[in-house]
């Protein structure tokens, strides 16, 4: 079963970026579509971007055009790029994988298969 550890959060000020890492556990991820999720203080967790095996992505409408995912198998790991962050944004944000879903499907549906990481905290404050 694949694990993950999510880094690089922390607090940001309204236009500030932030660039979070995803490790997993092994290379098996590598055939996995791989997504980030956000949970705020009494929110449901919502699928934020999620990528393919073959890069293919999916972006939720709240954050297309200032967030950019990305993956680099040879170091098992993914990326999520966020841009121009929004008072909207802070949340724990968490990768999870699911061996055969599509990328819209995972995060429209908050598809995952295994466990989830302890998350990393994004604020974004002035």
């Known amino acids: 079963q694949v694990q993950f550890v999510e880094s690089g959060g922390g607090l940001v000020q309204p236009g500030g970026s932030l660039r979070l890492s995803c490790a997993a556990s092994?290379?098996?991820?590598?055939?996995?579509?791989i997504g980030w999720f956000r949970q705020a203080p009494g929110k449901e967790r919502e699928g934020v971007s999620c990528?393919?095996?073959?890069?293919?992505?999916y972006y939720a409408d709240s954050v297309k055009g200032r967030f950019t995912i990305s993956r680099d198998n040879a170091k098992n790991t993914v990326y999520l790029q966020m841009n121009s962050l929004k008072p909207e944004d802070p949340a724990v944000y968490y990768c999870?994988?699911?061996?055969?879903?599509?990328?819209?499907?995972?995060?429209?549906?908050?598809?995952?298969?295994?466990?989830w990481g302890q998350g990393t905290q994004v604020t974004v404050s002035s």
């Open positions: 092994d290379y098996t991820s590598d055939y996995y579509t």
């Open positions: 999870a994988a699911h061996p055969a879903a599509t990328v819209q499907a995972m995060c429209v549906m908050n598809l995952s298969r295994g466990s």
């Open positions: 990528i393919s095996r073959t890069g293919t992505t």
